[in-house]
């Protein structure tokens, strides 16, 4: 596959290209939300950087192609999302939540830099998610786009702490 060329200049007005070859402002709530969808896999890809357990390197690989796939759907209004998705997002949460101990109380972020990364990308994951919501209100974006976001940022604070726990990190407890 051959890509076109990077500099096109037609974005030079403030406007950007949908998939479908319609244009829209720049700072139309569909571009901010693919643009935070953009920035979150941006922050996984620093997190990638780092040492990492194999299986969550692995899981924050495939969610990297499903946020590549989000941003698509979003390009291509009326675009489906993969449900399916879901269930792969939920399953990763149980699975990695049951190998930690309870919460009794909120966390900071920090700890390991990889678990530091990881609460950043939690966060932009929120964001997103609150830039999502503007579509899916309107209904001119899937709600799986919506659950998908949310439950990303479930499963991003679940790593953080499993970053911390492979690490030996011990977890910073929010004192009141």
Known sequence: MRLSKITTRTGDDGTTGLADGSRLPKDHPRIAAIGSVDELNSHLG???AETLPEDVRGELLRIQ????DLGALLASPGAPFDA????RLDDAIARHNAKLPPLKEFILP????????????????????????????????PQEGLQYLNRLSDLLFVLCRVLNQAAGQTETLWQR
């Not at 399916?84 to 269930?87: F, G, I, R, Y």
């Not at 700890?111 to 001119?140: F, I, K, M, P």
């Open 46 to 48: 620093v997190l990638l």
């Open 110 to 141: 920090g700890g390991t830099r990889a678990a530091a990364l990881c609460h950043v990308a939690r966060c932009v994951a929120r964001r997103a998610e609150r830039d999502y919501l503007q579509l899916s209100q309107n209904r001119t974006a």
């Open 65 to 68: 192609h499903d946020l590549f």
């Open 84 to 87: 399916a998705k879901l269930s």
